[in-house]
């Protein structure tokens, strides 16, 4: 907050919470522009971080910068990701508890990259030991491999992940990363057979046939070029290969190793890669009686060779039914159409499933084995709320969760904030805000709510159609507040909604869903002789996820929403028990663009990522709050009691400092260790006053301080002078002291050579007395007669 209070003069502020006008969204937008256009793209809102996607390199992910955050004081330094995951760590290590850091936005805002950077940080600055290298390499390459099997190009990102990740990192006693642990969220797997004008499939497909070697793709089948495969070419993308794929395959096949995957596994994974690439170019004809028969055989016979299925089985199941009737199981023919969806069926469920094979043989690498405690950092990288020009099944699912997610948020946050208040002996009234639990309920209320309904459609026998769901909502959730259909709306809302649409008013808006696909989606079905051929497939990664499906699945089969609902509700739990940190990524424009803030798109997600009633939550209260050690710490000077020191409590101390400044009462309130203040302008005052005292301090010491040189530099020379002068004065002393012992002696000399010639009297040669008195310069003559005058 100090680095905050410093810097807000220069690029906007760095906390929102800072604000003045905190209820103006043009105000939040202009300091977000502001500090985006000098490429400032972190802004807290207390502690929650908005990240905008700078669309460039910038040089703030150096070792140097995790270094410069490691172990300080949030508030202290600019915002920053390393700041957030800072915090959590320390948190973490000092009450040995739990944490997750919610990355939330659209697509392309930037919250895989969050992510990444986030757990290289933990990678670099946490201790680990030679053995703890394994597993922070298999953390870190376990990025590279899920993004190959579940990232592709969109329009709106050329690297999106099709799927919501949480990752659990697990740490010792001693903050070193252990382990880990991941959870995956409904992968895409339409895409696998369709994508959208201008989009890829999954990556993997690219990587394999630009990155693999020719014995690979001879072995699999396959020809290097993607023009050949029916899947690959449904969205028309300009540029099919991305200059990284030959890349990432290299990253990919390094990862596999580090990651234990054996030769074997490789061996039928690629299969199976292999297997969607041939399932897609099998066309089918009519045959006499109408039915589907397969065109060319060549596919076909790479399918059964790569899934370890018998050919003649393979092409039964893809052209014909089983079904029961009475107490008889027969095979029905296909017709075309149905024999393309069966195809199509195969290629999305053998690739779902082998998704959900690697993200477990991934965890099964990066667990840890010992059973001592650990604490955990998770980090949740989930699809923001989505709304195209068509929204189907998936946008749905993915509102949906976006709903669940914004109401754990608005919970916790608001629990969060109320904790401390009660904890603080503080009364606040609670801010109104919308609670969208009303949303949930209308999708995931038993019985009654759409998700239900779907099911019901699903399941019950007879012909229930897209259009019969429809029906059935306006039927069951018709008059709630939040579901609109063409059929209940008024006259002016009815034409913006198709016969087939359903319209939900979300808390981020509304959506229009068209219900055409989500009963044949929600089913997500197999027919059950295909099932039983996979079953007894001989690819190790088939067998097992059909086989451990039809185990799961013998009572009823769970539909697509409902295993995303109990995911979600699960998830919910998981977060709950952990202290939460967030990170809310905006996309500044559609282009992909550096420095283009585009203010409609960006007013957009800051209405849905909620960042105004975060806001609006966080400042409720009280704008800014602080321990009283460290307010006094701060500010002691601005109060002559406080300062240079304060010896009582800290507490009275704080009361002293603020009633000397004249703080009025509506603007503070002291809890039981930390003093809250309501308005920024009241901390901007006592900020201001701060930097003025600051500044006064600082000549007084400048001038003090050339005060004690110029004393300490007078004293010098003086102690000098007195000493050079007493030498001076001894050295003439010694002299003519030296001087008259020698004349005397020289006389006395000079009166004994006259006198007795006695031994001990006997005069001393003029050369010895000389070399005694004064060896180097002794004339007889001469000196005799000076000092003999001297003596006068
Ligand atoms: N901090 C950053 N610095 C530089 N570039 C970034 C940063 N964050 C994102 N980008 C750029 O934006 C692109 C999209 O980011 P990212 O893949 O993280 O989006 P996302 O929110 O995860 O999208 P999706 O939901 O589609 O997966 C990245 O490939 C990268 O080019």
Redesign the pocket.
């Known amino acids: 907050m100090e680095g905050a209070l410093i810097a807000r003069d220069r690029v906007g502020v760095q906390d929102f919470v800072l604000l003045d006008s905190h209820t103006s969204e043009a105000a939040f937008l202009n300091n977000l522009r502001k500090r985006y256009q000098e490429n400032l793209?972190y802004t807290y809102i207390g502690t929650l971080l908005v990240?905008v996607?700078?669309?460039?390199?910038?040089d703030?992910?150096t070792v140097t910068q995790m270094q410069l955050y490691r172990g300080v004081n949030f508030f202290e330094l600019p915002p920053h990701?390393y700041a957030i995951a800072d915090n959590a760590y320390r948190v973490m290590c000092s009450e040995y508890n739990n944490h997750f850091i919610l990355?939330s936005?659209?697509?392309?805002?930037?919250?895989?990259?969050?992510?990444?950077?986030i757990l290289q940080y933990y990678a670099v600055t946490c201790p680990t030991t030679e053995q703890l290298q394994i597993v922070r390499d298999r953390l870190l390459l376990s990025n590279p491999v899920l993004e190959a099997f579940g990232?592709a190009k969109?329009l709106?990102?050329?690297?999106?992940?099709?799927f919501g990740k949480y990752m659990d990192i697990q740490f010792d006693f001693k903050g070193a990363p252990v382990g880990g642990h991941i959870l995956s969220y409904l992968i895409e797997k339409s895409r696998v057979v369709h994508q959208n004008h201008g989009e890829r499939n999954f990556h993997i497909f690219y990587q394999l046939l630009e990155g693999g070697d020719k014995d690979l793709l001879c072995w699999l089948g396959l020809e290097r070029n993607p023009q050949k495969y029916a899947y690959l070419i449904q969205g028309r993308c300009a540029k099919v290969f991305s200059i990284n794929d030959k890349n990432d395959w290299k990253i990919v096949r390094k990862a596999f190793s580090i990651i234990d995957f054996t030769e074997k596994d490789l061996e039928h994974l690629f299969g199976i890669v292999a297997s969607v690439l041939h399932l897609g170019n099998i066309q089918f004809e009519e045959d006499s009686n109408g039915h589907a028969i397969i065109r060319d055989g060549t596919q076909i016979k790479w399918i059964s060779k790569l899934l370890g299925v018998h050919l003649s089985i393979l092409q039964e199941a893809l052209t014909h039914r089983k079904i029961e009737a009475r107490s008889e199981e027969v095979l029905s023919p296909l017709n075309v159409d149905l024999a393309f969806c069966a195809r199509d069926a195969v290629a999305k469920a053998i690739y779902g499933r082998t998704f959900t094979w690697l993200v477990n043989k991934i965890n099964g690498s990066l667990a840890n084995k010992d059973s001592t405690r650990k604490t955990v950092i998770g980090l949740l990288?989930?699809?923001?709320f989505e709304v195209l020009d068509t929204n189907s099944f998936e946008q749905f699912c993915i509102n949906y969760c976006n709903e669940k997610l914004q109401q754990l948020l608005i919970e916790m946050t608001l629990k969060a904030e109320q904790e401390e208040y009660e904890l603080e002996g503080i009364e606040w009234e609670p801010i109104p805000y919308f609670n969208n639990k009303i949303i949930c309920d209308l999708v995931e209320q038993k019985h009654k709510g759409i998700i239900s309904i779907l099911d019901e459609e699903c399941l019950r026998p007879g012909e229930a159609t897209d259009l019969s769901f429809l029906e059935k909502l306006e039927e069951k959730v018709g008059d709630h507040a939040h579901f609109v259909t063409r059929k209940l709306a008024d006259q002016k809302t009815r034409k913006s909604i198709d016969w087939v649409d359903f319209r939900l008013l979300h808390y981020a808006g509304e959506v229009t869903y068209c219900a055409v696909g989500f009963l044949e989606k929600n089913n997500d079905l197999l027919y059950r002789n295909l099932k039983e051929v996979l079953c007894n497939s001989k690819n190790g990664i088939i067998r097992d996820c059909f086989l451990l499906s039809e185990l799961d699945n013998r009572r009823r089969p769970e539909t697509v929403a409902t295993q995303f609902k109990n995911s979600l509700t699960s998830l919910i739990e998981i977060l709950m028990s952990k202290e939460p940190s967030y990170v809310r990524?905006i996309?500044p424009n559609e282009n992909?663009e550096p420095g283009k803030f585009d203010d409609y798109l960006i007013r957009h997600q800051v209405k849905y990522l909620g960042l105004m009633e975060h806001l609006r939550v966080r400042r409720a209260g009280f704008a800014y709050r602080r321990k009283y050690e460290l307010f006094l710490q701060r500010y002691k000077s601005l109060c002559p009691a406080t300062w240079p020191h304060w010896h009582g409590p800290a507490a009275e101390g704080v009361e002293r400092l603020i009633k000397h400044i004249g703080y009025k009462p509506e603007e503070y309130k002291l809890g039981r260790t930390k003093i809250f203040i309501r308005f920024p302008k009241t901390l901007f005052a006592t900020e201001d006053a701060f930097e003025y005292r600051k500044h006064l301090l600082v000549s007084r010491l400048q001038a003090k301080y050339k005060g004690c040189l110029g004393k300490r530099a007078y004293q010098k020379k003086r102690k000098a002078a007195i000493k050079l002068e007493a030498c001076w004065r001894g050295a003439l002393a010694r002299k003519e002291a030296k001087k008259r012992m020698w004349a005397v002696q020289i006389i006395r000399n000079a009166a004994c050579a006259v006198q007795l010639p006695h031994e001990a009297q006997r005069p001393r040669s003029k050369k010895r007395l000389g070399q005694e008195l004064a060896p180097a310069s002794f004339h007889p003559g001469r000196d005799i007669r000076d000092a003999t005058e001297n003596l006068h």
Do not use: F, M
Request: aromatic share 8%; proline share 2%; charged share 30%.
């Open positions: 793209i990240s996607n700078p669309y460039k390199e910038l703030i992910y990701l990355i936005g659209e697509s392309g805002a930037g919250k895989t990259e969050a992510s990444k950077k990232n969109t709106r990102n050329d690297n999106s992940s099709r990288d989930i699809y923001g990524c996309k992909k």
